[in-house]
């Protein structure tokens, strides 16, 4: 078992240990798993090109960590509870033994369908224990797992299956989201008509609706493992083989397919959920992230059962039936440890605390943030009405890309101020610099944030352009990894994280890259260009403000034209990214160049009218001033 630090003096002292000899450090932590052959050397890297390799020679496989590992003294514990949708609907236990054979079974059948070691699987289905059976089915015969979040729309969904080459999607007929049904089967076809590679779709049965099944194709889950035997042998992987894809946003147009691999990954997430969340044996753990992002691969999935927890599965949304649903869930099962995204937070703070009365939350111990930075009100609120003034809350930042948590209290050790994420977890060294890449020293700076050197849950590389990774993460500041995030580091050493400093925007906890939305808009015919940028918005964090220039209106004049392109936007991407505002705009503030400026932009969006800094180099300026008078009436 990963070991935990229970006291400030113990993470000082640990923290120094990780930063003088870190490949002394998490080897000694490595050794504390299940290797089929012990890796020869801990680490290789070099940042400049960028080349990363943890574990190096190590033989393993990740499941069989999570299950033979526990099998003795797990077999009978609960791994998942699964809560649906729906209230009324009985609620589900697996246990490691159950998930055990039903994880061997679906190995199985992905075998039987010639699925092999380092074959891409794409995943498309809602928040069900066969998501997790699926992934960790991939996993256990070394196929590299993509799962795409269900909200994504089938453009979404075909292009990320294509960029992988995923020959197998498992999917399901529809699923629950509140009162809503989403046709789950009906998206992926319409995705898979696009995508040659994929072979066959196997379909779980979870709404029961009528879908069509292409002979050939398409095939049944329970048909499949109704006769799936239950013996399986893992797959030996090496520690650098990859592990999964995730896609996330970045400033460009087209999504990045990060990689994660095996040996490094099973570390990091283990020891960091382990004392992050001070988790301890019997616990209930209820992470409300959707297993489509990395918070739900990384704390949802992969950290808690290496760690031999209790992961607590929520089908649907925090505000159905009503805004009480996730502390019914938490009275219901008894959960100790809750961790979710502050736009939850807002949006259950705005409705306000009649939801929260009448709950007793006297089993949680531990509350936990993620995603976007959290406002004091909200941070308070959280604090006062669910932990009661009693629980730590742990605002934990880290990115896809960083494979767990990087600058984190951990639960009840690190003191902690609300809206930091205080202080790095072992063997993270953030370093600050000015845009020039300069390093700020000491206390009270701020700046771009860096990372200094590597850690084992680092991404390796993007899926299929390495060269992108190389760009995008190690260009900016040579011999650094640079995050994207604007921090502070104040004068108690502690980091408050400020926000993106590219063009990505965080919506309700969601990584969208502006272009990826102006792309979405430019598809609609009657536009000619548009420029997105986030604004401040009191319950999603940001909102999304799009300027749009028109070729012409048709029927149904600017409304309806508006209307077109959030539907674009919807089918383009999903409707999680619609834009909140649309301003009809008759063109850009470009500079001479044709260069977009987005920083007067941002302000136009943000309420401000004066003061938008040197605009000489401005083709027309009186366009900034025509923006503004549309921007007050759009308020
Ligand atoms: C933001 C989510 C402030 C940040 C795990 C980062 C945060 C991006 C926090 C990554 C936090 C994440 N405080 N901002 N505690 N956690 N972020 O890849 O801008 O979906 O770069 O990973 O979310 O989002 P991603």
């Not at 009218?609 to 009436?633: Q, S």
């Amino acid at each position: 078992m990963v070991p935990k630090i229970s006291t400030l003096s113990g993470y000082i002292f640990e923290y120094q240990k990780s930063v003088t000899n870190p490949t002394g450090f998490w080897s000694n932590l490595a050794d504390t798993f299940y290797w089929r052959k012990k890796y020869t050397q801990t680490l290789e890297w070099n940042f400049e090109k960028p080349e990363i390799k943890w574990f190096i020679n190590g033989k393993l496989n990740i499941t069989e960590n999570i299950f033979e590992r526990h099998m003795f003294h797990r077999a009978e514990q609960a791994a998942i509870i699964w809560e649906p949708n729906n209230p009324e609907e009985a609620y589900r236990t697996i246990t490691y033994k159950e998930l055990f054979a039903e994880v061997k079974r679906f190995s199985n059948v992905l075998l039987s369908l010639g699925v092999k070691k380092g074959d891409r699987v794409a995943i498309y289905m809602p928040m069900v224990p066969e998501l997790v059976i699926t992934m960790l089915a991939c996993a256990r015969i070394g196929a590299i797992h993509s799962i795409i979040f269900a909200g994504f729309s089938s453009q979404s969904l075909g292009e990320r299956i294509m960029d992988a080459g995923a020959k197998i999607l498992v999917t399901s007929d529809g699923g629950y989201r509140g009162a809503k049904t989403i046709p789950i089967k009906q998206i992926s076809d319409e995705a898979m008509e696009s995508c040659k590679c994929v072979e066959k779709a196997i379909v779980l049965k979870r709404t029961g609706e009528n879908i069509n099944m292409k002979p050939g194709r398409d095939l049944w889950w329970h048909d499949l493992m109704a006769t799936a035997n239950d013996t399986h042998k893992a797959e030996e992987m090496d520690s650098e083989d990859p592990l999964f894809i995730l896609y996330t946003s970045g400033s460009t147009g087209k999504p990045k397919g990060l990689v994660h691999t095996t040996g490094g990954y099973m570390v990091y997430t283990a020891y960091t959920f382990r004392n992050v969340f001070q988790y301890g044996d019997g616990d209930i753990y209820f992470c409300s992230a959707d297993i489509g992002w990395i918070t739900g691969h990384s704390y949802l999935v992969y950290g808690p059962l290496l760690c031999g927890a209790t992961t607590l599965m929520f089908e649907g949304i925090p505000t159905w039936p009503d805004a009480g649903r996730f502390w019914d869930i938490v009275d219901k099962h008894q959960v100790a440890q809750f961790y979710t995204a502050p736009t939850a937070i807002r949006s259950l703070m705005a409705m306000g605390l009649e939801w929260v009365k009448q709950k007793k939350l006297d089993s949680l111990k531990v509350l936990g943030t993620v995603g976007e930075p959290i406002n004091e009100d909200a941070w308070h609120w959280y604090h006062d009405h669910i932990g009661k003034d009693r629980c730590p809350i742990v605002d934990t930042w880290w990115q896809t890309e960083t494979g767990g948590i990087m600058i984190t209290p951990l639960a009840g050790i690190i003191p902690t101020k609300p809206s930091y994420a205080t202080l790095p977890f072992m063997g993270i060294q953030p370093v600050i610099v000015n845009p020039e890449g300069k390093e700020l020293m000491g206390n009270s700076v701020e700046g771009n944030l860096c990372l200094d050197f590597p850690w084992p849950g680092i991404a390796r590389t993007i899926w299929g352009d390495h060269e992108r990774f190389k760009q995008n993460y190690f260009a900016a500041f040579p011999g650094k990894y640079f995050t994207g995030d604007g921090a502070k580091r104040d004068e108690d050493g502690y980091y408050r994280i400020l926000g993106r400093v590219d063009d990505v925007i965080n919506v309700s906890g969601h990584r969208l890259g502006t272009a990826e939305i102006e792309n979405a808009i430019d598809e609609h015919p009657l536009v000619s260009e548009s420029a997105v940028v986030g604004y401040p918005h009191p319950i999603k964090g940001q909102g999304i403000y799009a300027y749009v220039v028109c070729k012409q209106f048709s029927t149904g004049g600017e409304e309806g034209i508006k209307n077109s392109i959030l539907m674009a936007v919807t089918n383009f991407i999903g409707s999680f990214a619609k834009p909140d505002k649309i301003q009809i705009v008759s063109g850009l503030p470009k500079t001479r160049s044709g260069k977009i400026m987005r920083r007067i932009l941002r302000k136009i969006a943000e309420g401000q009218t004066t003061d938008f800094g040197d605009t000489t180099t401005l083709l027309d300026p009186e366009i900034v001033n025509e923006i503004i008078k549309g921007a007050e009436k759009l308020k």
